[in-house]
């Protein structure tokens, strides 16, 4: 069992580094700027589910392999921006869409989950970000480390999906209050799709090893 001190100071920790702004967090505001409330929590849960398998990978020894690969890295790092600069285009098709009330391409829930879970499993900062942070945290003497780290990935997966649960919540009420002009909706939509495309570009445009 990870001694109690070790938990409160890591759920510290990952709350503050969760509440800054990064790629997740900007992910989630673009699509609840451009989709609503739903498609931002969907985001939300679907990017949370996706990081999972990053957790149980450095749980048990793969994610330090890929962390320190530099070409595993920036293959699964392009595939994470294009993906990204593809939703940015998508919701800036269809700010008109947005507007009018109108579906503007997949509105689905499994698509919107989908969607986040693919963003979750291609952000490779998410397994450095373990490989660093995690093991700082383990107790040699409390178990096993594997299960420790398993522990902390997960703590981990549950205050993300609070604290950007709430991001999204924000962006989207903000989304319905501009809702009531088409004109103000319409850009508003398409603002989510260039911060998603942005989003897309600065990750593509990061150092190999993060």
Not at 40 to 69: C, D, E, R, Y
Request: glycine share 12%.
């Amino acid at each position: 069992m990870i001694p109690w001190e070790n938990l409160v100071a890591f759920a510290l920790a990952s709350v503050v580094i969760i509440v800054i702004p990064g790629p997740s967090v900007l992910f989630v505001i673009g699509r609840s700027i451009a989709l609503g409330r739903r498609a931002g929590v969907l985001s939300v849960v679907g990017n949370a589910l996706g990081t999972i398998p990053a957790v149980l990978a450095v749980a048990f020894g793969v994610g330090a392999i890929v962390a320190s690969s530099i070409v595993a890295f920036t293959v699964i790092k392009i595939a994470g921006a294009v993906y990204l600069v593809w939703l940015g285009i998508q919701a800036i098709r269809h700010r008109g869409d947005a507007a009018t009330g109108a579906v503007g391409g997949p509105r689905s829930s499994w698509t919107l989950l989908r969607q986040g879970i693919v963003v979750g499993m291609t952000n490779p900062k998410t397994i450095a970000f373990f490989v660093a942070v995690l093991p700082q945290f383990v107790s040699p003497a409390a178990g096993p480390v594997w299960a420790q780290l398993l522990l902390l990935g997960l703590l981990f997966e549950v205050l993300a999906l609070l604290c950007d649960s709430t991001w999204a919540l924000a962006a989207g009420t903000a989304r319905e209050w501009f809702a009531r002009s088409p004109k103000r909706i319409a850009a508003l939509s398409g603002a989510g799709g260039v911060m998603m495309i942005g989003l897309g570009g600065t990750l593509a445009l990061t150092g190999a090893k993060a």
